[in-house]
Structures are given as structure tokens and as C-alpha cells.
């Protein structure tokens, strides 16, 4: 026998903490082993469904656009003056000729030209020299830029005689 193997030592026991412990380290190792593993799990699954994706779109890329159904040019014009049409400043327009029409003058008819800017203007009084004035006055108020004579004409209705003159205002939008 050898002496060196022999401990003298008394043997302490293990406190009574250290088993109700050891558990719990092993349970929270555990449950953090298993949360990793379902992070994984979870991660591997996203880049899966990131991957399906990519391969989705990569492919629908590589398909050629469907182009959008054509027009026919009638109607894309129409539909353009329409437009135009609806945005005639019509307030300033017909605020302008009212303002500058005498009493003796009656406004028959007012037809915009909205490409070319221009108002077509009919109206009718006793005298030539009141619709002259009335054009004159119309090509002083703003917006309107020129006028233009376009016709002129002498109506005979049960004896009555009134002139009618038919011009074009030019006007101008300005800001």
C-alpha cells in the first residue's frame, strides 16, 4: 500500500443548494439549446421563402411586359379637347366680354377655339358703330390680347333691320 493514496481528509458534503441549482442551469441550458434551434429553424425557413421569391420574380422579369391596350387617335384627340374645352378660364372670359358689352348690344353666341386661344364671338345691335366699339372695348380688357372681325352681316326681320357681327378675341392667360 502506498501512502501517498491514502487522504486523510475529511469529506464535506455537497450543500443543499447545489442540486436544485445544477437542475436549473440544466434546464435553462436546455432551453436555450432548443429557442437556438427554432431560430434556425426559423431563419433557414425566411431565406427558403426569400429564395422562391427572388426565383418568382427573377422569372416574371424575364417574361416581356404585356403592353397596354391602344387607343384609337379619334378618340385620344377627343378626349384632348374635351380637356382643353374644360379648361377654358371661362370666368375671365365671360367676365371680360360682359364688362365690355354696351347696353344696346345682344351677345347671341360665344364659342371657345381653346387650341388656338380664341373666343368666337356673335353679337347683334341697331348700329354698326356700337358692335365696332363693343370689338374695341373687348380687345382693351384683359386677358384678351386682339381682336379680329370675321363677318358682318344686316338681318330683316318683320321690317326691323339690326346688324350682326361676328369676331374673334385672342387671349392670352397670363399668370
Not at 30 to 46: I, K, P
Amino acid at each position: 500500500m502506498n501512502f501517498s493514496s491514502i487522504n486523510y481528509a475529511r469529506q464535506r458534503p455537497w450543500p443543499a443548494w447545489f442540486a436544485p441549482g445544477l437542475l436549473v442551469l440544466l434546464a435553462a441550458t436546455a432551453w436555450g439549446g432548443y429557442r437556438y434551434v427554432r431560430a434556425e429553424q426559423s431563419l433557414a425557413d425566411t431565406r427558403s421563402q426569400l429564395s422562391n421569391q427572388r426565383q418568382v420574380l427573377e422569372r416574371r422579369a424575364a417574361e416581356p411586359a404585356q403592353h397596354a391596350p391602344s387607343v384609337p387617335k379619334e378618340r385620344v384627340k377627343s378626349v384632348n379637347e374635351a380637356i382643353a374645352a374644360l379648361n377654358v378660364p371661362w370666368p375671365a372670359l365671360l367676365g371680360a366680354i360682359e364688362s365690355a358689352r354696351p347696353a344696346g348690344v345682344a351677345l347671341m353666341r360665344v364659342e371657345p377655339r381653346p387650341k388656338d386661344q380664341i373666343v368666337l364671338v356673335t353679337a347683334q345691335a341697331d348700329d354698326m358703330t356700337a358692335l365696332i366699339g363693343f370689338m374695341q372695348k373687348v380687345s382693351r380688357t384683359t386677358p384678351f390680347v386682339k381682336v379680329l372681325p370675321v363677318r358682318q352681316e344686316q338681318l330683316i326681320d318683320a321690317g326691323l333691320s339690326r346688324k350682326q357681327a361676328t369676331f374673334e378675341a385672342r387671349w392670352e392667360e397670363r399668370p
